[in-house]
């Protein structure tokens, strides 16, 4: 993995970096076990207790009417997971190593690599976690649930935009964070925690009044997680949210955070390290 090789052409080249991404995905996967299989069941628990969270909490305080008419269970993970996706992005980009990591004294490691795996690693996993959990409730409750979705590959694609979304503006910061660190560690604290309530995974976009609509449609998972319901549920048509708007603006900070990076990596220094 670590050898130094000068590809003859662009499709080794190409062939090169899809192996190191594959094995450095693998080893982000890893991270917080040992074992593989026990790593991914980690990661699995940890979204099936959110989910249960939510779902005690909303029934025991009676707040299953707020939700739309379908299958509740559809209702929470159209918000949990795009959420946890969103919110797993930015802290895996956030937490990559960057151009002083002792991983870029070898050969072959860049930044693009290391943050390109961070992000698939955050989406493999909670891709597994959903299809787990999607089985089990098929299994054991309600075995049309996925009749249920209306249009179940737009609701996938609603997910890879929160993935996509998370991660770009995760890169913005991570390109910020050798600069001021104490700054960056505070707004990824603040946004995470902000999109508990305006990520709107708790209530229907189109039941709030117009003078608060101002107050979420900032926050792109806003719209994901609003489109996704509106993919989901064939009677709830999404009024005050739009998936073009997630897409340019996450263009935007995938510009802004390459050229942060780029400018960033150039003047790296080791003392940054002592710092972070």
Known sequence: MFQSSAPRNRTSSALNIA???YHNTVRSVRKTHGNAFLSIAVSVFQSLMFVLFFYVMFSVLGMKSLALRGDFVIFLLTGIFLFMTHNKSVGAVLGSEGP???MMQ???MNT????VSSMLAVLYIQVVAVAFILFVYDVAM???VLTEIVEPMPVIGMLLLSWFSGGCIGLVLFALKPWFPGFV???STLYKRANMIASGKMFVANSLPGFMISMFDWNPL????DQARGYAFINYVPRNTNWEYVVYLSLIFLMVGLMGEFYTRRRASASWSARN
């Open 100 to 102: 002083t990591s002792p």
């Open 185 to 187: 560690g505070f707004v």
């Open 222 to 225: 806003f719209h994901t997680i």
């Open 19 to 21: 192996e190191l991404i």
């Open 112 to 115: 693009f690599i290391s943050i």
């Open 106 to 108: 070898h050969g072959p």
């Open 142 to 144: 309600n075995p049309y």
